[in-house]
């Protein structure tokens, strides 16, 4: 069984960069497509990037287009998140999650095994 573990989240200013990582254990990761979602105090959980198994096929949610970028190195084990142009509204737990469906990327129920979180805080 897969366990994901991400790292990089904290405080930062707006305008600023972080780089999140995801590290995959227990499994190779390499066969299956990632995403990364975040859920901020009282709001539903958002979708944030997906990316397919070899890296070729990303999406984004709407939000975060131009400014995030979602990449995986899969000699590593590990899916990455560049957040560019941090924005107070950005402030979430990030969570990153493996697929195992059909269901489309964007949506949670496509996903069967979760990381724990990271928090990013943006301040103004």
């Known amino acids: 069984q897969v366990q994901l573990v991400e790292s990089g989240g904290g405080l930062v200013q707006a305008g600023a960069s972080l780089r999140l990582s995801c590290a995959a254990s227990g499994r190779t990761i390499s066969n299956s497509g990632m995403g990364w979602f975040r859920q901020a105090p009282g709001k539903a959980r958002e979708f944030v990037a997906s990316?397919?198994?070899?890296?070729?096929?990303?999406y984004y949610g709407d939000s975060v287009k131009g400014r995030f970028t979602i990449s995986r190195d899969n000699a590593k084990n590990t899916v990455y998140l560049q957040m560019n142009s941090l924005k107070p509204e950005d402030t979430a737990v990030y969570y990153c999650?493996?697929?195992?469906?059909?269901?489309?990327?964007?949506?949670?129920?496509?996903?069967?095994?979760w990381g724990q979180g990271t928090q990013v805080a943006v301040s103004s």
């Open positions: 990316i397919n198994y070899s890296g070729g096929i990303t």
């Open positions: 999650a493996r697929k195992n469906s059909l269901l489309p990327p964007t949506v949670a129920g496509a996903y069967d095994t």
